[in-house]
């Protein structure tokens, strides 16, 4: 099967940082159920090939290698035995007209395999581009958020009002729309260093291009190792010095 790499990119106002890792653990979680859901038994993406990025302005999640398509499936209910399924006259018993109803079908749509009455349904395979709007929706949807707000005159809610939002199948923007902002492929640089758009010609160019020309490391280890040693060097300047009774200067 083809496969292709995928990006969600939500833009926001800054977020609050103690909130940051565990909204983009959930955020991962609930794309990665929701294609699951679409693949039933199938395998969509390795688990590996799975990353969630997060900084002050941003939530995304990127999978590397995902199936493009959501295979065929068929499923198959056995109902009442085919000898009770009709009276003396021909016409559909009550237990074959309650199987039925169960299956949401008709009794025209049911079938007669060895001895019993079953429903059949057989879903032809479809492009996955056609359900990841949704999906992304209903992901940010369910974020673990204990206090929404809302902004403007809009009456949509979320952690921060929301500024952009980039979904990219490959090189294919995805249709779709979350908090009233249209998919596209343009992310955003940094605040301060480059506050301007920057376009992504393909999901896969994400990372490479947001620290190359936007000044931003989205992953959310490393902008916190890389920062680290810079934190701790600022602090120990920070220190006062002091004049100990029994030593020289110290800080």
């Known amino acids: 099967m083809a496969t292709q790499d995928f990006l969600i990119e939500l833009g926001t106002e800054e977020l609050p940082p103690a909130a940051l890792l565990s909204l983009s653990d959930a955020l991962k979680q609930e794309i990665c159920n929701g294609i699951k859901e679409q693949f039933g038994k199938e395998t969509a993406f390795n688990d590996e090939d799975v ?5 002050p302005r941003r939530l995304a999640v990127q999978i590397s290698n995902l199936q493009t398509e959501v295979p065929s499936s068929s499923f198959f209910m056995q109902g009442p035995p085919a000898r009770i399924a009709y009276d003396e006259d021909g016409n559909p018993s009550k237990a074959l007209q309650g199987f039925a109803k169960k299956c949401g079908a008709t009794v025209e749509q ?112 490393e902008r916190r190792e890389k920062s680290a040693p810079r934190f701790r060097q600022k602090a120990r300047r920070s220190t006062p010095l002091y004049r100990s009774k029994t030593t020289c200067w110290t800080k």
Do not use: C
């Open 110 to 221: 049911l079938e007669e395999v060895d001895g019993k009455m079953g429903f059949r349904q057989e879903t032809p395979a479809k492009p996955l581009v056609n359900e990841l709007s949704a999906i992304v929706e209903n992901a940010i949807q369910k974020l673990p958020i204990p206090k929404r707000m809302r902004w403007g005159a809009s009456r949509t809610e979320f952690v921060r009002p929301t500024k952009w939002l980039v979904m990219l199948l490959g090189d294919q923007v995805i249709e779709g729309e979350v908090f009233g902002l249209q998919a596209g492929r343009s992310t955003m640089g940094h605040r301060f260093h480059h506050n301007e758009a920057i376009e992504l010609n393909s999901a896969n160019e994400y990372l490479e291009n947001l620290e190359s020309v936007g000044k931003v490391i989205a992953d959310f280890e």
């Open 51 to 55: 990353k969630a990025y997060a900084a």
